[in-house]
Every structure is written in structure tokens, then in C-alpha cells.
């Protein structure tokens, strides 16, 4: 079963503008997280954006001020807006959905997409 889909991903000029979204199924009442991780070519998967349930961001420290992670609770998504893109940027964007089910304190979970190809180039 698919619980997470990324979309918007594509090829976009150096200084331009993407928005990847992550829709997922999970109910939102269980979901602890959403991270947007990506891994280029030949490289480490890195953690790029993050948002709590709370609605707390954290953003890599290369991407601060230019990517900004937001979400919509009535359609269950995720939005990584992606601006001023650099080609170092080129990446699989992964969506990573953490929640919290089960009895009690219940147990942690991540689920994830199956990625969005990112190419910046010119």
C-alpha cells in the first residue's frame, strides 16, 4: 500500500523556482513529522526541511533562505518551496512521514515515498 507520493519535481533553470509536494494517507492525528530528505548522484541521503506536528520548521543550513516547508492539514500535504535553485541542488527529493500508532505510547514509524528527480541546470 502507498502511504506517501511525492510530486512536482522536474528540471528547472539555476535561480528558478520549484514546489515538491508530499501527500501522504496516514491520519494526520498519528503523524509526529514530515522530513524532505534528497540524495544526489553518488552521495549521502541528507535531511534538507523538516515540520513537526506541531507546525515547528527546521530547514538545512544550505537551504536557509531560499526553501521554505509548509503544510496543509485539510489536504494532508507537505509543500517544500524551492527558490533561487543552485545545480548542487539536483537531487531525488525524498518525502519521509514519521508517525506515532499504537496502543498506549504506541511506536514510531516512517514511511516513505519513492522519490522526485530535482535537475537544476542550465
Known amino acids: 500500500q502507498v502511504y506517501v507520493v511525492e510530486s512536482g519535481g522536474g528540471l528547472a533553470q539555476p535561480g528558478g523556482s520549484l514546489r515538491l509536494s508530499c501527500t501522504t494517507t496516514?491520519?494526520?492525528?498519528?503523524?509526529?513529522?514530515v522530513n524532505w530528505y534528497r540524495q544526489a548522484t553518488g552521495k549521502e541521503r541528507e535531511l534538507v526541511a523538516a515540520?513537526?506536528?506541531?507546525?515547528?520548521?527546521n530547514l538545512r543550513e544550505s537551504v536557509e533562505g531560499r526553501f521554505t516547508i509548509s503544510r496543509d492539514n485539510t489536504k494532508n500535504t507537505v509543500y517544500l518551496q524551492m527558490n533561487s535553485l543552485k545545480p548542487e541542488d539536483t537531487a531525488v527529493y525524498y518525502c519521509?512521514?514519521?508517525?506515532?500508532?499504537?496502543?498506549?505510547?504506541?511506536?514510531?514509524?516512517?514511511?516513505w515515498g519513492l522519490g522526485t528527480q530535482v535537475t537544476v541546470s542550465s
Open positions: 519521509n512521514v514519521r508517525t506515532r500508532e499504537g496502543k498506549g505510547w504506541g511506536s514510531l514509524y516512517d514511511y
Open positions: 496516514k491520519s494526520a492525528s498519528s503523524i509526529v513529522g
Open positions: 515540520i513537526s506536528s506541531g507546525g515547528t520548521t
